[in-house]
């Protein structure tokens, strides 16, 4: 079975500074989908950046980049220019392109805050 | 288009009696998904559905049972709530098979005394 780790329970960055989370997935599978999303105060789950497993471009989106290895089963998020905005829980997620795969993973979340 | 919604948001229930959340999703998506969130545990999966009238269990049906009997609303149903059963709920749902994302729900906090 897949399984989704994020060893960070917790961190904080500087506002303006870079952070970088980390994921590590576990998968038998050759192609799957990796996520991160981002849950603030609100509650509300937000995707934030997507990475298809063929591609070996890694996903960009503004100030959020990922590094993906796939040998490595890693998927990291680097959060560049760091605002008071980007504190939230962030989840890390896999899904597997295998047919009847339906099911979406996550892992148990790394809580990010940021410091004026 | 409201997108995914949940009905209640917030709820209290006493051990033993039972409760239905409604999700509903107004985008024709196919897969819908209900999620309990735990401090320290991340979104684990309960039950979710590929299609209207089909239902699937997940990682943490006990407890639970859902019903699909329209396209856009998935039903979620405690039969006698235990405080093991407090948490966050989450609805999602998803247009297809591969990656697109899932669009979620605001959450429903339920407490079980």
């Known amino acids: 079975a897949q399984t989704v780790t994020q060893s960070q329970p917790e961190m904080s960055v500087q506002e303006a500074e870079t952070v970088t989370l980390s994921c590590t997935y576990d998968?038998?599978?050759?192609?799957?989908?990796l996520f991160w999303y981002k849950q603030p105060p609100s509650r509300q789950m937000i995707l934030v950046i997507r990475?298809?497993?063929?591609?070996?471009q890694n996903a960009t989106e503004n100030r959020f980049s990922v590094n993906f290895q796939k040998a490595a089963k890693s998927f990291s998020l680097k959060i560049s220019d760091s605002q008071l905005g980007d504190a939230a829980m962030y989840f890390c997620a896999y899904r597997g392109s295998t047919s009847g795969t339906y099911k979406y993973i996550f892992g148990t979340g790394t809580r990010l805050k940021v410091l004026a | 288009n409201a997108g995914v919604t949940q009905t209640p948001k917030f709820r209290v229930l006493k051990t033993g009696q039972s409760m239905t959340l409604l999700c509903a999703q107004d985008m024709n998506h196919e897969y819908m998904y209900w999620y309990r969130q735990d401090p320290g545990m991340g979104l684990r999966l309960i039950h979710y559905s590929v299609g209207e009238g089909t239902t699937a269990k997940g990682e943490v049906p006990d407890g639970y049972n859902v019903s699909r009997l329209k396209k856009q609303n998935f039903l979620l149903g405690l039969e006698s709530a235990a405080p093991s059963q407090t948490s966050v709920y989450f609805c999602?749902?998803?247009?297809?098979?591969?990656?697109?994302?899932?669009?979620f729900g605001p959450g429903t906090r339920l407490t079980v005394l």
């Open positions: 990475q298809e497993a063929y591609k070996q």
């Open positions: 998968t038998s599978e050759s192609d799957y989908y």
């Open positions: 999602a749902s998803t247009q297809s098979p591969g990656g697109n994302e899932q669009f």
